[in-house]
């Protein structure tokens, strides 16, 4: 039986495909949208559709950006030859966030995951071998998750590049077992980056 109009059955079908957002949160979120006065429902509507229509990836870096080129990879004063890679565009504004590091950035857009059959080929890992092969790269540090798939990927990665005698290193533990780099504070990030080492 419905208890619902078709169209707000639609809108807490939409919201619970969203990633955490069970049954009960899509409900809430579905009947909230709509005790929202309708120009705030409006610009919702059109930051989403906007946001999806204008944003892509950079070119050289591939997180997700306004632009061809990203701004910091178009950065001059930005030291093009230390690359730092993540597993993606949240834990780049982590890292930019301390206003420490000076180096670039390679997104991976997520992590090697054999359980969720994710293989290599599933991230953005063949366009980092590219852009290495073509650029004068002296470092590559791997920041990707403390996770069993972010130390999967460091491992798999540091066995590419150490071939081609590229400076491979990961950033220290400290940074806790599982946990996304973007909810953990800038001094363990700092700390992390400068305690990194060579694998
Ligand atoms: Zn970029």
Partial sequence: M???SSHINKLIEEFSRLPGIGAKSAQRLA???L????????????????????????KCCYTLTDQEICPICSNPKRNKKVIMVVENTRDLAAYEKTGKFDGVYHVLHGAISPMLGIGPDDIKLKELMERISQQDVEEVIIATNSSLEGETTAMYISKLLKP?????????SGVPVGGDLEYIDEVTLLRALEGRVEL
Avoid at 35 to 58: F, G, R
Avoid at 164 to 172: D, E, H, P
């Fill in 2 to 4: 419905e208890y619902y």
């Fill in 35 to 58: 005790n929202m006065p309708k120009d705030q429902v409006e610009s919702l509507a059109h930051a989403i559709v906007d946001a999806k229509e204008n944003v892509q990836y950079c």
């Fill in 164 to 172: 081609a005698g590229i400076k491979v290193t990961r950033i220290a």
């Fill in 31 to 33: 009947f909230h949208v």
